[in-house]
């Protein structure tokens, strides 16, 4: 009886969670030691096991099987720092364990097999702002960032971070196809290359606003300030979606015709390949949360749940 009891109390306090944004970082802050900014600072999740990874300022990187309630570290000492942006971790769009961690002011690699074993990414500098990963590669050896705080100094690898090329400057947004086709805006439109950044091709004069572009089954999708637009071959075209839509990361998806987006209404959604949208999920009450640089944002699409973190905040769910 007491048992049933319990099962039913459980089963009324998720209820009431659901349609609100929850705390889910506490109860690993409250018992590990933080540096600056403190608390968490940063957010994934595996689409296709909606295994939730969290960072947590100068103390590693933490991950839950059961949707946030609870979480054990995984990092092994390879992760640590922060994220500084919304596009400082990088999720294979088809999950499966293969994740990135560019972290500032710490150790960033990446994983194959949801945190088991590590591959150290480090650039010799403080670290990223923000990356771009060729996850149609299993070994994932096409990766582009930006240093921090260095006039958008691009770097570019291909062995899978190991060590990185010193580019230009100037690298305001850009995207991996392949090992080879990359496609950039550094403020005049989209150029591409098929020689792993040797030469460039102007292909659009639309200026992206996403500063990563978003890869799913081979198609690129890339925010704008009007909505997105989309490419089906590797970068050398691009059409605008039919649907308007305002935000600054994402797409996050489901399959091609239902992914979302971030911005400053929060998560919209799309269940029509981005001809209508919706706000799924409103942005937190916490001040601060909805920002252009700093949100950190995820979605799993099987147990439709949100999830935002930004550096020196809580992290937070939403359940629909």
Not at 67 to 75: A, I, L, P
Not at 235 to 241: M, S
Request: include cysteine; aromatic fraction near 12%.
């Amino acid at each position: 009886m007491m048992q049933l009891a319990l099962a039913l109390a459980a089963t009324l306090l998720a209820a009431q969670d659901k349609g609100q944004w929850v705390n889910i970082s506490e109860s690993v802050t409250s018992k590990v030691e933080q540096k600056w900014p403190f608390l968490a600072a940063g957010v994934a999740c595996d689409p296709a096991s909606g295994d939730v990874y969290l960072v947590i300022s100068g103390a590693g990187l933490w991950k839950s099987t059961d949707h946030g309630k609870s979480f054990e570290q995984v990092d092994q000492g390879k992760v640590g720092g922060r994220c500084e942006t919304g596009a400082a971790i990088q999720v294979d769009p088809m999950g499966g364990g293969r994740l990135a961690f560019f972290q500032l002011d710490g150790k960033a690699a990446w994983t194959g097999d949801g945190g088991k074993t590590w591959n150290p990414c480090n650039d010799k500098s403080r670290g990223f702002d923000y990356v771009a990963v060729d996850w149609s590669d299993p070994k994932a050896r096409r990766m582009w960032g930006v240093r921090h705080e260095s006039g958008e100094i691009g770097l570019l690898s291909d062995d899978a971070g190991a060590t990185w090329k010193v580019l230009d400057k100037g690298y305001k947004a850009f995207g991996v196809f392949d090992f080879d086709t990359l496609v950039t805006c550094r403020g005049k439109g989209i150029e591409r290359s098929t020689d792993a950044g040797a030469t460039w091709k102007p292909v659009s004069d639309v200026n992206p606003t996403g500063r990563i572009m978003s890869t799913y089954q081979g198609a690129g999708y890339w925010l704008t300030e009007k909505g997105l637009l989309l490419s089906k071959d590797k970068g050398a075209t691009w059409t605008p979606l039919a649907g308007s839509v305002s935000a600054w990361f994402g797409p996050y998806f489901k399959d091609e015709k239902h992914f979302v987006v971030f911005g400053k209404e929060g998560f919209l959604e799309t269940q029509d390949g981005g001809e209508t949208w919706k706000v799924a999920a409103p942005p937190p009450s916490e001040k601060g949360m909805t920002d252009k640089w700093f949100s950190n944002v995820a979605w799993d699409p099987k147990a439709n749940i949100f999830y935002i973190s930004r550096m020196g905040k809580p992290a937070f769910k939403y359940e629909r």
